[in-house]
């Protein structure tokens, strides 16, 4: 994979990166929750980069604070990592969040909080260059690589076994090559190489739900042909055109055939747009003006 400045991406995509990482926390427990509610603040939640009501005025918000958030985020969720699996261990109060509540027992809430909190390193990564934050001792990159490594070598026991219909696993695997090949992508050998793309191709072509859903399996082929493997372009380029054709005007995307609106026209379609266009020429192409 050849590097694609993604220390320069344009910071609307980082920025919606960073927003749908803050999904995480659904996932693990809530600790200092009754401090916050008591108003009170929480030690280590204080931000150290200054405001600037010039560049953002409407939180003063600079580079510097969402890096600071994401380190904040990481050293928070990289202790419950099972060192062996490269899984999150989904442990706590069950009652203090959402999906963790539901989730905890089966395997794909664990793989769901690995992606989702994947998309933090790969972010910081991306943007810094560095595979260290403050607050945790040790590779921020090294509890995924295992995960990854292990989860799509069918001859591990902790393989992540066939993909069912309908499965979206894997496509902030694929954004995190994309995004950050130094750390996602070059540190693996030939054969765990093959074992990703492998994964990614049946990703590209398994069924989705008609709705955002598609983008997680757009999101494979980058990756895929720009390693020469076969991944479904032409269906998915008329997806892809399909999917556009939902878009309402003023930034909004109704969310398939149901004709609503919701959260996932920031995490889905504008997050994903952005982000194929940016890494797929040919789908910049076609759809790059659209997209703008």
Known sequence: MKSTSARNLPLNVVFTEVLLCAALLSFFPAAGLAESRAGKTRKGAELKAEDNRQLSPYTGYTREHWLEICEKLIAGVLPYFDPETGLPELKGVPGETGHFALQREFIGGRKEAFERSLMLVACYTAATGRDRVPGYNGSITAPYLKGIIRGTDPGDPAWWGEREIYDAFGTNIALAVLLSPEFFWDPLTEPQK???LEFLRVLAHTTAYDCNHWYF???A???LDANGVESSREYLSMIFD???G?????????DGGNFTFDYYNLWGFQLYNNALCYFDRKWSDLYGERVK
Do not use: S
Not at 246 to 254: K, M, N, P, V
């Open 246 to 254: 939902w878009y309402r005007g003023d930034g909004w995307f109704i």
């Open 217 to 219: 399996h757009l999101m």
């Open 221 to 223: 082929v980058p990756v």
């Open 242 to 244: 399909r999917l556009l």
């Open 194 to 196: 093959k074992n990703l």
